[in-house]
DNA sequence: CGCCGTTTTGACACTTCTCAACTTACGTGG
DNA sequence: CCACGTAAGTTGAGAAGTGTCAAAACGGCG
């Protein structure tokens, strides 16, 4: 299987220029080359690796391509005329984008870390079986994760929405491993590095870039997180935090 | 196909209900009965009707059945531990719901109308090939629209909100038919007959009900919309309530 | 006709946003 | 290696939007 680099990765769409600027459909290159190579079972597959903050697609583009996350981290927003910013979704290893309902794609792909992909060729999706099932397994770990992502958008406050973040970036645990008896069951190392921004997490949260800030103020003050750098958070108090999500 | 009437439905958990009791895993006893039928193709599938604020499932409950609007509405819904209530989706004719990525629900599930259902046995969903396919695009659809209500949630104000319900209420009309201009190229009567109450509008818009309830108000004021019954309004101004939705 | 649940309206509180200034972190070039 | 410039993040004060609580109005049904 040949692992395609490829130096072209322009900076694309950044946070503080999505605020600005309206991405409109026309005039837009996304980062990745259409270079395709034959694969087993007569399907086109391939691998791809994208550096940190390239465009993978635009809202609007035709979607002939699917994409499955081998290795990092892409993130999903869709834009408001006036440059209001909604992230989706943050799509991780083993999970699959760009799987329109139309003939284009319905928001923008971003790579938050340097990443790998396999990319589909959108036929093959339809056709093949064993394909189809893992999609439909993916599609439907998808619905329920935007349905939690909903009950937080729509009934959590700001320090629950950045408490729940959090919790989801702490590899291998899940707010169902807190009972609220103050002990928890995962035991990791309680040490996030995250991969997006302020503005990134504001924007995935529903809130502005201050509110994220201050509430992660407050709980560095209150003890339950600690600062290594701006972008590795100690948790102190998994429980304490756990507490904070409203999920218990 | 024979339609199965069945009389047990009761008064399922109502929107003041849920806000007050949170409902628990266990004890809870669905308005669906299981009498299945032997189909085509060796598959377990029957049509179910139901009547009004019927309950399909709740959350918890084991999934071993994935169901179909053929006629009617069903309102998904999720509850935190203290009350708050987010409907996460409005499941309409031709959708499909009750797919879970694990071996239980992920959210209630409980009927807006009457309502008409086909019920699938969730083993065939995921042998057979031309179920597969169907269920696949349903679910893509699903996640588009779960998609736009993040950036309804996430980034949208109050009178955006309702004025984007209202809209999706339109039948036959979407934002996409307004370009700003003025001019709407639906032509449907403009008449809609709601079947949520504010109540369970406000839980899916992320608002409370007293909010719903101005806005729909000052949007009359502003004679934009008609209430010739409190579940009747009349839009008065097409593009005047598009140009409130945010998206133009 | 009167009761009860839903909806509307009002006054006020509180959360979050906005705007502005300041601080910190990071990369470049001297 | 340090100084500088720029971008990212933090903090503060005030404004705006939405929630909360309470009361009144409305609508459906016995």
């Known amino acids: 299987m040949a692992y395609i680099e490829h130096g072209l990765a322009m900076t694309g769409a950044r946070a503080s220029a999505a605020r600005t ?28 690796r994208l550096d940190q903050h390239s465009v993978v697609f635009y809202e609007g583009d035709t979607a002939n391509r ?31 984008f ?12 971003e790579t938050l870390t340097k990443v790998t992909l396999r990319v589909f060729d959108r036929k ?11 999609i439909n397994r993916c599609l439907m770990a998808q619905v329920e994760k ?10 959590k406050s700001a320090f629950e929405r950045v408490a729940s973040f959090l919790f989801r970036c702490i590899p291998d645990c899940k707010t169902d491993d807190c009972d609220g008896s103050g002990v928890h069951k995962c035991s990791s190392s309680n040490m996030i590095t995250l991969t997006m921004t302020r503005q990134e997490i504001a924007d995935y949260l529903g809130l502005t870039i201050e509110t994220v800030s201050r509430v992660i103020s407050e709980f560095r003050r209150k003890g339950l997180i600690s600062l290594e750098k701006q972008d590795h958070i100690r948790i102190n108090s998994l429980c ?3 507490r904070m999500t409203g999920a218990h």
């Open 240 to 242: 304490g935090l756990c």
């Open 146 to 155: 935007l349905h939690d992502h909903a009950v937080l958008l729509g009934r």
């Open 21 to 48: 600027e309206s991405l409109v459909a026309d005039g837009h290159k996304s980062d990745i080359e259409s270079t395709w190579h034959a694969f087993s079972h007569s399907a086109r597959v391939r691998t791809q």
């Open 66 to 96: 699917v994409f499955e996350v081998i290795d990092g981290a892409v993130m999903l927003y869709k834009l408001l005329p006036d440059g209001r910013r909604q992230v989706v979704d943050v799509i991780g290893a083993n999970d699959v």
């Open 124 to 134: 093959d999706t339809e056709t093949r079986v064993e394909v189809q099932g893992h």
């Open 98 to 109: 760009g799987l329109p309902r139309g003939l284009t794609h319905d928001c923008n792909a």
